[in-house]
């Protein structure tokens, strides 16, 4: 089973998404995400150029030799516009090997451990009356879980507000980032009255979860945790930036509400001692850019080693076919916790066809053989690339700030 065609598609059906399609000497045409919010033609190029040529000819049986013979190869390791690339052949690699053996790719990975994926949504408001009422509507949709995010008073923009009544938050835009501005202050005094409200209002009878997208230190995040604790949340996530690993050493002690990280990891190695050193309760690293299906595990099993549980990133910016293949990990693995997902732009439906739906408040895979979504390649190029930034941020006195 020989690869004879490697093929990169950037397609814009509302947000940019990056697919890479690959083709067997018997036909079997399989995909991978490679979509890197903002940055999508650096891993388009990388793979096109850099890439595409090595893999004509390879044995795509041959999913491990190729992962290592990418990373090894490159000599310069890590980062996330080469794990981004090498995530998409990985994905497309499993995708063939179940198409070859008529079989979805969790039945590859030792067959589903539970019955489906617990899934979190995003609910978000100009207010807190109005967050309120959002979460209330993914509940009464059957949703065991629900992230809330609110305009800050006195910001202006605040992340994670969604724009319209749909499931989708779409930070990415304009030809240029826009320009936001932030607050620690305005912040810390505002999250723990849109908790205590949403719980107040809604009971304890599900998951609640907060995103504090990297803006904290360790101290503030350690305050922030203190002051949920009496709200019983599922995770605080992104609390502070991660580099810093040893830096949630901090905040871990000063709190007992749950930590989540890793949306912007790419390797194990960016999450070794916050695993080693139980230092989180989550991992969030996401298949496509943590080298796909075959390295994410990894992450995950280590994790497991620890007690650490799963919740993979599972924005509108990951395509159907990146969320598609987290599924079928989350659906064999031992430690799963949970799985975000925010649904896609309607004209991304006229280009991926998902296999996977919903219900009850969790995803359940098709038995369509591979990762099990349709691309539609004529549709694609309906919707050529458009360049759009995520936002930056920036404090009061103009300083730059993390967004
Ligand atoms: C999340 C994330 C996203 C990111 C986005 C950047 O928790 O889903 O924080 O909203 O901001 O994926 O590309
Ligand atoms: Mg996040």
């Not at 018997?26 to 033609?41: C, M």
């Not at 995770?235 to 040893?246: C, F, K, M």
């Not at 695993?275 to 595990?297: K, M």
């Amino acid at each position: 089973m020989r690869i004879v065609d490697a093929e990169v598609i950037v397609t814009c059906p509302g947000r940019n998404y990056v697919t890479l399609e690959l083709t067997t000497d018997d036909g079997i045409v399989g995909y991978g995400d490679a979509t890197l919010n903002g940055r999508e033609l650096a891993v388009e190029a990388y793979l096109r150029e850099h890439v595409c040529p090595l893999l004509i000819g390879r044995d795509a049986s041959r999913i491990n030799d190729t992962w290592q013979y990418l990373y090894r190869g490159a000599y310069w390791r890590r980062g996330p516009v080469t794990m981004t690339a090498i995530g998409a052949v990985d994905v497309a690699l499993w995708d063939i090997a179940g198409k070859a053996v008529g079989r979805p790719v969790y039945q590859l990975l030792g067959g589903a451990a539970r019955d489906g994926v617990t899934i979190y949504g995003h609910a978000s408001g100009a207010d807190i009356a109005e967050t309120v009422a959002d979460a209330a509507r993914f509940l009464q949709s059957g949703y065991r879980a629900v992230r809330v995010q609110a305009k800050v008073p006195g910001l202006e923009s605040t992340y994670g507000l969604r724009a319209g009544t749909g499931l989708t938050y779409e930070p990415a835009g304009g030809d240029l980032p826009a320009d936001e501005v932030w607050d620690t202050e305005a912040y810390l005094d505002f999250v723990p009255k849109l908790v205590a409200a949403v719980r107040d209002e809604l009971g304890y009878g599900f998951h609640l979860l907060h995103d504090a997208h990297h803006r904290l230190t360790p101290l503030e995040a350690g305050r922030l945790g203190k002051a949920l604790e009496p709200y019983r949340m599922f995770w605080i996530e992104d609390a502070t930036p991660a580099e810093d690993q040893a830096a949630f050493r901090l905040i871990r002690q000063h709190t007992v509400t749950p930590l989540a990280v890793g949306e912007v990891f790419n390797t194990i190695w960016d999450c070794q001692q916050l695993i080693s050193e139980r230092l989180i309760d989550y991992i969030r690293t996401a298949v496509p850019h943590a080298g796909g299906i075959t390295h994410t595990r990894r992450i995950f099993d280590l994790a497991d080693l620890y007690g650490v549980r799963t919740g993979s990133h599972g924005p509108g910016d990951v395509s159907p076919i990146g969320i598609a293949a987290a599924l079928h990990l989350d659906v064999s693995i031992a430690n799963f916790g949970i799985q975000e997902y925010m649904s896609h732009l309607e004209p991304a439906n006229e280009v991926f066809t998902p296999g996977y739906r919903y219900a009850d408040g969790m995803l359940h895979l098709s038995d369509e053989p591979g990762i099990g979504v349709r691309f539609d390649k004529q549709a694609a190029k309906r919707y050529p690339y458009q360049r759009r930034y995520l936002p930056v941020n920036r404090l009061r006195d103009g300083s730059m700030h993390n967004w």
